[in-house]
């Protein structure tokens, strides 16, 4: 069974709570338990994991390493400083997908780079709660070409 690890980064708590007009009406669990489905159709293993907290999610990537085939990311803010994570997606050699709700590249300008893009193997962004879906499609459709 293929196991793929969701990682979700700061203030993805506050979905559907805050900002609708930006982020949309629906909370993270809502999402989640979506995904939990499509991966169930897919006999995915999916888990999930959100932090606030820059060093947990660098701690949820190194413990990936063992335990899941692969990895969906919304790195929230981090997306766009955080050599931490880009060392640790770098360090565990996963196939890492980089995900969105909205488009970095048509928002504030400090938004539109990414210092993750690089160490993973694709990105989807803009597409609200969809990014999740084809992120985790895509990363699936990656492992059937590229196994272990
Ligand atoms: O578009 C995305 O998914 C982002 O990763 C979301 C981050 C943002 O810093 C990135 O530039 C792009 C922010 C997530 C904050 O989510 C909130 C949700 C509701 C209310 C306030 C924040």
New binding site residues.
């Given amino acids: 069974m293929t196991r793929i690890l969701l990682l979700n980064?700061?203030?993805?708590n506050?979905?559907?709570?805050?900002?609708p007009e930006?982020?949309g009406r629906e909370t993270l669990a809502d999402i989640v338990n979506d995904l939990l489905s499509f991966a169930a159709e897919r006999d995915v293993e999916l888990s999930d994991f959100q932090s606030n907290s820059e060093g947990e999610l660098v701690t949820a990537i190194h413990g990936a390493r063992e335990t899941v085939d692969g990895i969906v990311i919304?790195?929230?803010?981090y997306?766009?400083y955080s050599i931490a994570i880009r060392d640790a997606i770098s360090g565990v050699a996963l196939p890492v997908v980089e995900?969105?709700?909205?488009n970095?590249h048509a928002?504030e300008p400090f938004?539109k780079e990414s210092v993750l893009s690089a160490v993973c193997v694709g990105v989807v962004?803009g597409f609200g709660r969809h990014?999740y879906f084809v992120a985790l499609d895509a990363l699936l459709r990656h492992l059937a070409h590229e196994p272990k």
Avoid: D, F, K
Avoid at 99 to 102: E, F, I, K, Q, R
């Fill in positions: 980064g700061p203030n993805l506050l979905l559907g709570l805050r900002e930006v982020y919304n790195p929230g803010a997306t766009h995900t969105h709700l909205s970095i928002r938004r962004a990014s």
